[in-house]
């Protein structure tokens, strides 16, 4: 449902968050998690690592952004939490090169079962692409694993920079040649449609409740935000189905 | 054919020059302003225009290599020289708005009869992506206008710099995740392949002999150049059809 009802004519292109928005990124690394387990013979709380591995990540890019530490890829930080989580959950029987290939886990997330449908229809009227703290090699295999048929790929890595830095957002903007009235950004979490916000930029809000592994339906969680939110957000759609449903793709 | 035998099991990305190796700048160009000239009802010599046209940009980006402009995106210096070839041609019946949709011709131009067919077959066993000097917002339209499969689009413009910068061809190496023997550059200049080779990249050489709107036979010069071609030339095709057969793709 349009929410603050800006006009949304004139935006050409959607630029999506990825992990949560478009891939299921924690059910993904759990049934990976669970098919090194079977193979081990050994079982753990696979859910636990999935959300440990992934905060690795997530205060990674804060450490950056606050200068803590030098400019470091999304492979990079999630290859530095899974070595830690190896020794934290008794996965000694791994060795380098299984390390590395577990590592690469990530390239090769599920998409949520509307993804590829709703893109491919909004393809057709918009310039869709990538605005993820994910690196570019990442972002590429995923697309190619997973049929995600990007118009254009960009990140951080583009901007040497990490989302809520103005710097990606506007980044973005610029490498496609428009106004940041002219860009969306659809994502799955509100504080990154608040600063897509801030810098000009339009907002559409999917809520994918069961990111983090709970049971909310889409539905509720709808109504209540709608009833909830801020004018930060141009528009809710339930799945990217409903996004080109609403956008007349 | 292969020539120097080089390893090229390895390659897993091919980045392609576009203006000339994927699509015929001058015939579309052409094209256009025949269009724009039978709807003033006026003849010019269109394919010198194109000519002058490609050079205000090609010119551009030597000066921006060689400090002596600030940056700018191919599309303000096609801009800037269709101002000038406005006066140069006299267009003086384009207003401002004409020209600036004029400008937009790059963003449209024509692929090649085997450029879709053959990327669509080598997308499958690699990523394939830009590596032009065209900025993404023209390289985005054009592929969304003609069809052109891209992975990854990637341009000078994401290095702030143009080719033959070594940061051009060794940044898109690195937003790949790749070692610069793992991709490969296709195009249809050997210049650009020379550099490509300097920086540790493989090569593919696609002559495009009707580029300058010339009329030599591929055939013939693919003879020709194969006796002369030096140790920066690692495979020659006659088209991407041809580069998909040698690449197994």
Redesign the interface.
């Known amino acids: 449902m349009p929410l603050s009802s800006p006009d949304l004519s004139e935006v050409k292109a959607i630029v999506f968050d990825v992990f949560g928005t478009v891939v299921d990124w924690r059910g993904s690394i759990i049934r990976e998690l669970e098919a090194v387990g079977a193979r081990l013979g050994i079982t753990r709380d696979w859910g636990s690592l999935a959300d440990r591995w992934r905060d690795g990540y997530y205060q990674g890019t804060k450490d950056v952004l606050a200068g803590k530490r030098d400019w470091a ?1 999304a ?1 990079v930080m999630h290859l530095e939490r899974l070595e830690l989580l190896k020794t934290e959950f008794d996965l000694s029987a791994l060795g380098q090169s299984e390390i590395e290939e577990l590592n690469r886990a990530w390239h090769r997330l599920t998409p949520w079962s509307d993804s590829v449908a709703g893109l491919t229809r909004l393809k057709q009227k918009f ?1 869709i692409g990538t605005l993820s703290n994910g ?4 972002l ?2 995923m ?2 694993n997973a049929g995600l048929p990007w ?3 960009m990140g951080g ?2 901007f040497a920079s990490y989302k809520p830095s103005p710097k990606v957002y506007l980044g973005a903007v610029e ?4 106004q940041p009235h002219e860009v969306m950004v659809a994502a799955a979490h509100l504080t990154d449609l608040g600063n897509a916000h801030q810098n000009g930029l339009r907002t559409a809000f999917i809520p994918r409740p069961l990111e983090f592994g709970g049971s909310d339906s889409t539905s509720e969680m709808v109504a209540e935000l709608a009833h909830d939110a801020g004018d930060h957000i141009d528009l809710i759609a339930t799945d990217f189905l409903d996004l080109a449903n609403q956008l007349e793709a």
């Open positions: 890829t492979d310039i690196n570019n090699g990442l590429v295999h697309a190619k118009d254009v790929i890595e583009n490498l496609l040649g428009y």
